[in-house]
């Protein structure tokens, strides 16, 4: 039976590059006889390392590959040992329909098929690392199948409603409002919120500068009204000289506008005004989902939309992030 993910990670730390050299620092046939031992004795703590060590110098984005994407990695990597050890499956020399059975397995379990793409190509990452380290040609998930979920991310996953985002702004302190309408109004991804530095937000301009979006590319955000007026509330108490800017324990270099940097302390903050507003949280998603589709029904436009919400990508924003109105055509067909 497929265990639920009850593992924690050690959060991600440091230079990704520090953490590779343990393998990278190996002669050939060294880093070959580490990689068959560690999948001989499928130790997961060191297949984990490895798959490390192989997004660092082989991955897309290498060195620069963000902590998410690591993290990430680690647990399908975990999730995947811990299932060839339940079946007792050699991982240097998989059957033929191993692979395709784990994905059976885990849909079988009621995982949604996104869940279990995420998981494939972690696994499939760990056997890059296996070939890159010499230990196996095996390549068992070139050819897995994971069926396509035909419903769209916003009807999964919906933004909150006008009044979910009204009923906790009354509930929210300066902290917290400020937050909500970073995610819900500028439609920042939480990363890039608790990247900002006060450097970055230009009230004067009414604008944001995001150094820290997904993929490493930065972008200008419009500031709405609102936002700007939690921005101000917001730095008379945490900006540099507010009454709150030293207090309690930071995380976080003093440049930084938040003193906390992970989503985690995060959603203890805001989680708190939902609470006492009597919304349930889904977490920041769904406020970048409520700005893509506000905005959206008011410009018609998925091209500035995508913009605002840094998506490389129109479809990104028409799949998941942005829905028009069932009607919204009526006005443009009444004198027809």
Known sequence: ???AEAMTLVPYQGNLLSQTR???NLHDEELRRRAVQAAGEKD?????????AYLAHQGQSGVLSSPRTVEAYALAVRQFVEYAREQALNLLRPGRHDAQNYVGAMLAGGRKPAGVQLKVAGAGCLYRALRWAGATEADPFRDVRVPKDRTPGIVKRPPYSEDDIGDVVEQADVQAKFLLFLTAHAGLRISEALALEWADIDEGARRLHVRSGKGRKGRVVAMSSSLGRATRAYRAAFGPGGPEHGSGRRTTPPERVFRYATPV????HIEKAFKAAGVPFRGFHPGRKYAGTKLLRQIKDFGRVAAHLGHESVDTTRKGYAQLAADDLK????GW
């Open 1 to 3: 039976m497929l265990r």
């Open 331 to 334: 006005e443009d067909l009444s």
């Open 44 to 52: 997961a703590a060191a297949l984990v390392s490895l798959t490390t």
């Open 22 to 24: 343990e393998w990278t």
């Open 265 to 268: 302390t995060a959603r203890y």
